[in-house]
């Protein structure tokens, strides 16, 4: 059975804040120039991706999302963790989410986890999470014509409804949740189908290519153009622990002692087309209003960057 939760030292709106803001100065706002990002292939399902992402993590980055989980009396990173693993259901173990999340540090993941949920309910944190979703959409995106909204939410959510669940826990969880009844949390919530639907396919794309999670991360940070550790250390993961998945990239010939070779390039290359092809039932029942879908998210996700609601690293907004 799931922990109850248990009274803990209440913080202040003031503690809240600076939580938040902490967080949002050093994700959120640019810092100088913007960082290269060696960019993706273009696909269809990849245009789709990035056009929904910022869309689907406004439900933790905007203020009002953040401050939800605050509300309860989580803490940034494990309101996170908990509002993201509660569609896989009130008693889901931590050995699940770890697995489901697929790119976090073990040991880390489930300390995170446990704690959490003995702060706040299953319903607590899902109510919370939808509620802050949606008003730190409409926030961001104040500007944006409210047809633009409502078409993106209903068309993304007709196309994910029918898609087959096979092998995605997140995705199949998440659509087993109530829809919110406004147009900004059913645009959140279609574009965060779309995100975890992509998620779970990419995870079975990894795995298929015989790569635990320490490696994974190192891998997509060089491909993306970090440098080793930049990114994936904020998944949880030790220095010594990355510095082995270097070694193992190594060893394999995908990585030399600065950045990948044109073997690991093309092996992560094809890891994306992989999860590309893991799309393509979606991208299939989109057919001729995938363009206009892209667009509408590539409209949102220009408010939501102005409105300094989604990282604007735009290699952190490419890795998830």
Known sequence: MQSKPHPRPHRSDQDARMDYDAI?????????ATPPLTEPQRTPARRLRDACEAVATVGWWSRAAAE????LDHEFFDGYVWGRAASLGSDVSAPVVVAAFGVFDAAMLTAVFERARTISTHDAILSARAAGAAAGLAA???AVDMTLVEAFGDRLLAATDSLDGLGRPLFSGLRGLPVPADAHGRAWRAAELVREHRG???IGALVAAGLDMAEANVLTEMWLGYQLGEYS???GFAAERLESAADALKARGWLD???LTPTGRAARDEIELATDRSQQALIDQLGDDLSTVTAQGNALTESILRAHAAPSDPRKRAAG
């Open 140 to 142: 961001a995106t104040a």
């Open 233 to 235: 250390a904020t998944r």
């Open 200 to 202: 779970d396919g990419h």
């Open 24 to 32: 949002a100065q050093h994700f959120l706002m640019p810092a100088g």
């Open 68 to 71: 939800s989980f605050l509300a």
């Open 257 to 259: 002692a600065h950045a």
